[in-house]
Structure formats: structure tokens, C-alpha cells
T-cell receptor, first 112, second 113 residues
Framework: GQQVMQIPQYQHVQEGEDFTTYCNSS?????IQWYKQRPGGHPVFLIQLVKSGEVKKQKRLTFQFGEAKKNSSLHITATQTTDVGTYFCAGPQGTSYGKLTFGQGTILTVHP | DSGVTQTPKHLITATGQRVTLRCSPR?????VYWYQQSLDQGLQFLIQYYNGEERAKGNILERFSAQQFPDLHSELNLSSLELGDSALYFC????????????FGPGTRLTVL
């Protein structure tokens, strides 16, 4: 079945450093979504990318969708302590209506 | 606030018991998804319902079952509980488009002692 892999599993940074997490799918995706889960919280939708090679920015966050629509990345510039949490990518699973396959997530820790 | 509600927030029970988790989707959303998240684990998809019918099944144990009612709320039933069932259980809802994002509820933390 479809697999979505994320690396790294953990990332510890000093406040002000940049952070990147990578997501790779075993199959071509129609779109990819990113979610953030704060410690003790629930996953919250961040963004959806649909087009091949698409790049979207949200303040210090930059999201990219690969040309082949099988990989994606999330880059955070100058991390802040508020960026702490787990970042998940997710892609639609084949023809299963609306069902998403989530990556294992990258747990980001930011040291002040 | 995502608009998805889950009750109870916390549940502590003993092995061998049965519990029911409840989820109310966002107003107008027809799909409900259930996920299990163990400590430091990702989101394991359990089951999806769409407008009252089961749509997709994931890694759901036979001891677990779910249903979606005519008012679109959903219940996840966990029986013969084991210590390993201790986890966070999230439900999420989406609308009618296959590209809809999922809106997650606050989760139910189940502890099996």
C-alpha cells in the first residue's frame, strides 16, 4: 500500500536556526497536506499543495511540492519557541475518498 | 477551535473493559475519521464513515468497532481493552470534496490500567 515517509523523526534546534522536514510518498499524490500538532494538542491543518513544483509561504514557513508530486518539504526560517511541535505531511490514499495517509511526523524542539 | 467535538476528554479504565468514545463532526461535514496515536507515534488510521456508511478501514482491531448515526455523530467502541490500547484517539471530519482538509477534534486520552 501507499507509504508516506518523513525525515528526520526528531530535530532539535536553537532558537533562530532554520529547520526543514522532508516528506516522500511511494506513489504520486494528487495533493499533499501539512499539519502541526502542538504538545498536548491535536493536529491542525497548515496548508495544502496541489500543483507540481508548487511553493507556498506562510510568514516564516515555506512549503514545496516536488515536480513529480511524490515529495514535499516544509522549511521554517529563524525558528521560534512557538514553532515547537510535531509536523505531519499527509497525502490522499489512492482512490479512497478523502482518506489520508500520514507520515510519521517530525518532532521539532526549539531551545531558547 | 476546529468545530469537531469529542467526549470524554479523558478516560481511565481497567483491562477487559469496554468503552465508547464519541465524536461530533463540524456542522455540514459528512465524513468522520478515527485515528489512534500512541506515545511518540504517528497517526494510525482506524476507520472512516461517510454519511452513515463505512467508507474505509485501516489498522482497526476486531475488538474495535465504530458507527455513524443519522445525525452524523460517530462512536468508536473499544472492547476487551488491553494495556496497549492506551493512547490518544482522535476523530476528524471533512466535507464532501475528496481534497478537503481534515479538521481534528481535541482527542480522547484513554488510559487502560
Amino acid at each position: 500500500g501507499q507509504q508516506v515517509m518523513q525525515i528526520p523523526q526528531y530535530q532539535h534546534v536553537q532558537e533562530g536556526e532554520d529547520f526543514t522536514t522532508y516528506c516522500n510518498s511511494s506513489t504520486t499524490l494528487s495533493n499533499i497536506q501539512w499539519y502541526k500538532q502542538r504538545p498536548g494538542g491535536h493536529p491542525v491543518f497548515l496548508i495544502q499543495l496541489v500543483k507540481s513544483g508548487e511553493v507556498k509561504k506562510q510568514k516564516r514557513l515555506t512549503f514545496q511540492f516536488g515536480e513529480a508530486k511524490k515529495n514535499s518539504s516544509l522549511h521554517i526560517t529563524a525558528t521560534q519557541t512557538t514553532d515547537v511541535g510535531t509536523y505531519f505531511c499527509a497525502g490522499p490514499q489512492g482512490t479512497s475518498y478523502g482518506k489520508l495517509t500520514f507520515g510519521q511526523g517530525t518532532i521539532l524542539t526549539v531551545h531558547p | 477551535d476546529s468545530g469537531v467535538t469529542q467526549t470524554p476528554k479523558h478516560l481511565i479504565t481497567a483491562t477487559g473493559q469496554r468503552v465508547t468514545l464519541r465524536c461530533s463532526p463540524r456542522s455540514g461535514d459528512l465524513s468522520v475519521y478515527w485515528y489512534q496515536q500512541s506515545l511518540d507515534q504517528g497517526l494510525q488510521f482506524l476507520i472512516q464513515y461517510y454519511n452513515g456508511e463505512e467508507r474505509a478501514k485501516g489498522n482497526i482491531l476486531e475488538r474495535f468497532s465504530a458507527q455513524q448515526f443519522p445525525d452524523l455523530h460517530s462512536e468508536l467502541n473499544l472492547s476487551s481493552l488491553e494495556l496497549g490500547d492506551s493512547a490518544l484517539y482522535f476523530c476528524a471530519s471533512t466535507g464532501t470534496s475528496s481534497t478537503d482538509t481534515q479538521y481534528f477534534g481535541p482527542g480522547t486520552r484513554l488510559t487502560v490500567l
